[in-house]
């Protein structure tokens, strides 16, 4: 082993200029650097998901059928696990506001999901060859088929109330308006306006789609599916529609 002048060996006063700089030796620097990281991944993991929101919202008008629909006690009162499950559904299918309350809209948008696998199944809306927008009013969904395949799934809609009721039968879009305004009623806004008889339209809504109860005959989509089925369809496609709207006279 090497000396030094003083007698002590290199090693010996190289770990006394160390200690006396505060300097430590290397494995016990890793030892610290790992004691801190666990602390803090201790303290607060980086990332961690915060708790959810308390669901608090009460018993809705549609509580059965979502219970029903979603596989919960059906008792028609509202529990938290009911909320929680209502408002996962409304969250999963973009409803807003999704504070788990069993509403009209909520309802509506279950029923479009219920139908996906086969909306044609009572066979209301005719087949053919071509593609036929199914405006279904018993039920408040559309649809769009060629042939038995469905190319456009069904989505909730508002149609015209009593006295004011969507026409039923055969129609074909005759005019296409994108950022339409209604020369009618107060400079309503109907964007991505697809005509299809008179002044009645396919046509998006910016406000609540079940705000007053009906459309002055219209058929209303939300703003997103509204868009979406003027990028499928073109003037001359063939609408047809049956039924009757819920809550009007047949």
């Known amino acids: 082993m090497r000396r030094n002048t003083t007698g002590k060996s290199a090693e010996g006063s190289d770990e006394a200029a160390r200690i006396r700089t505060g300097a430590r030796p290397t494995a016990a620097l890793a030892a610290t650097a790992l004691a801190a990281a666990l602390a803090g991944t201790l303290v607060a993991a980086p990332g961690a998901a915060a708790a959810p929101a308390p669901c608090t919202a009460g018993t809705g008008p549609y509580q059965r059928p979502m219970e029903e629909f979603l596989k919960r006690p059906v008792d028609g009162v509202q529990s938290e696990a009911d909320c929680v499950a209502i408002r996962d559904f409304q969250t999963k299918n973009d409803i807003d506001p999704a504070n788990g309350y069993a509403s009209l809209g909520t309802y509506r948008v279950m ?5 996906r ?30 042939k038995k395949d469905v190319v456009f799934d069904p989505v909730p809609i508002r149609s015209g109330r009593d006295s004011q009721e969507t026409r039923l039968g055969w129609h074909s879009i005759y005019w296409r308006s994108r950022d339409h305004v209604s020369t009618i009623y107060d400079n309503a806004p109907m964007p991505y306006a697809q005509f299809f008889d008179g002044g009645q339209a396919l ?14 005959g219209c058929i209303n ?14 003037i001359d496609d063939a609408l047809y529609i049956w039924g009757a709207k819920p809550g009007t006279a047949d």
């Open 203 to 216: 046509h998006g809504r910016l406000d609540d789609l079940y705000d007053g109860g009906g459309s002055a």
């Open 111 to 115: 029923v479009a999901v219920q139908a």
């Open 221 to 234: 989509l939300r703003l997103a599916d509204a868009k979406a089925l003027w990028d499928l369809l073109d």
């Open 117 to 146: 696998a086969n909306p044609n199944a009572a066979g209301k809306c005719p087949v053919k060859n071509y593609r036929v927008t199914c405006v279904d009013l018993d039920r408040q969904l559309l649809w769009v088929q060629k």
